[in-house]
């Protein structure tokens, strides 16, 4: 391998076993088939094999303890998801750190590092939305730490992942709202670098194809957040009065949608229908109750924490494992026209 550094990565896929095995075989852990110990030393000293110093952090025992990564803890999503993460850990021995990158690729890098330095046994991550470039990740592969995506995963990453019918959630929503008479529906979007903001605005939009609405230059806005949709909706409704629903890609800017709505005294539903998606504890405490989709996130993180467990204790190299849980809309007053 002329020009090229060897990785753990490279040991195992020429022994056909798993990263995580080749670590735990350089660790010396007694878990280890002592033969498989020894044919993983003796390749590591055949190809010259040099731990750069991340990895030299990794080569001493489990550590029990796995890291986790997340956009931003003050979403209720994200904390449901840590409960599931933690109840299923916690069960089986192990404790977790928790990260967040507040958005920031730079400061999920830093994350990265820092758990890696930590001597972490896995990760579990929720990509930050500014993440665009992935020398990170790809680092915690060559390193041979097992790692989960969920909800936002790493589409350039071979890893396991917990993802929710993003697609079929934002399609039924906004069915909801055409059955319940909307006739101009926009959508605020999320960022398209990321699977669940495409897969959303592609829901909506196939919805409003099926029924043959029209799709006008300003159906989709680039909105995720509460304060943007604050400030939007006077714009886009002072251009546009004829708007009568919204679904907005997440419950926060939902809400923000709302307050915008009722500051213009426009009534909801009866003048504009609204839906969201997550199902966080802001959606029942709404006036009126927020419609929105069940992303189930306590499950969620039971399931992630559950594939990490299973990569981390076998010792083969299975293929990486994609887990799609099911959608539920869960429909309130805010899109429901009497």
Do not use: W
């Not at 840590?82 to 021995?93: C, F, L, Q, T, Y």
């Not at 957040?225 to 419950?251: C, R, S």
């Amino acid at each position: 391998m002329r020009g090229h550094q060897v990785t753990i990565k490279d040991i195992a896929k020429m022994l056909h076993i798993s990263p995580s095995t080749v670590s735990r075989a350089l660790k010396d852990h007694p878990d280890i088939n002592p033969q498989t110990k020894k044919n993983v030393q003796d390749l590591a000293k055949q190809m010259n094999y040099k731990p750069n110093k991340v990895a030299l952090s990794l080569l001493q025992q489990e550590s029990k303890i796995i890291g986790v990564i997340i956009p931003e803890i003050i979403h209720h999503f994200f904390s449901t998801v840590i409960s599931g993460i933690e109840k299923v850990a916690n069960d089986a021995g192990y404790h977790i750190i928790i990260c967040q990158s507040n958005e920031s690729y730079l400061k999920e890098v830093e994350n990265v590092q820092a758990l890696l330095s930590s001597n972490i046994d896995g990760f579990i991550i929720s990509m930050a939305k500014t993440t665009t470039r992935f020398e990170h990740f790809k680092n915690i592969e060559e390193v041979g730490v097992p790692v989960v995506f969920f909800d936002r995963p790493c589409e350039e990453i071979k890893a396991d992942r917990v993802i929710v019918e993003d697609y079929n959630g934002a399609y039924n929503a906004t069915m909801h709202l055409i059955e319940n008479k909307c006739k101009n529906i926009v959508h605020f979007a999320g960022p398209q670098n990321l699977a669940i903001g495409i897969d959303r605005r592609n829901g909506f939009l196939d919805a409003l194809k099926e029924k043959r609405y029209p799709i006008h230059d300003y159906t989709i806005q680039y909105c995720d957040t509460f304060k943007h949709a604050q400030h939007l909706i006077p714009e886009l409704l002072l251009v546009h009065p004829e708007i009568d629903g919204v679904f907005a890609v997440n419950d926060e800017t939902a809400v923000g949608a709302m307050i915008a709505i009722k500051k213009l005294n426009k009534q909801i539903p009866s003048d504009i229908a609204v839906a969201g998606f997550t199902n966080s504890f802001i959606s029942y405490m709404t006036d009126p109750e927020l419609t929105t989709v069940d992303q189930k996130g306590y499950e969620m993180g039971q399931s992630a924490a559950q594939l990490l467990l299973n990569r981390m204790q076998s010792y083969d190299d299975f293929e990486p494992v994609t887990k799609t849980l099911n959608t539920e809309l869960i429909i309130r007053k805010s899109s429901v026209r009497i």
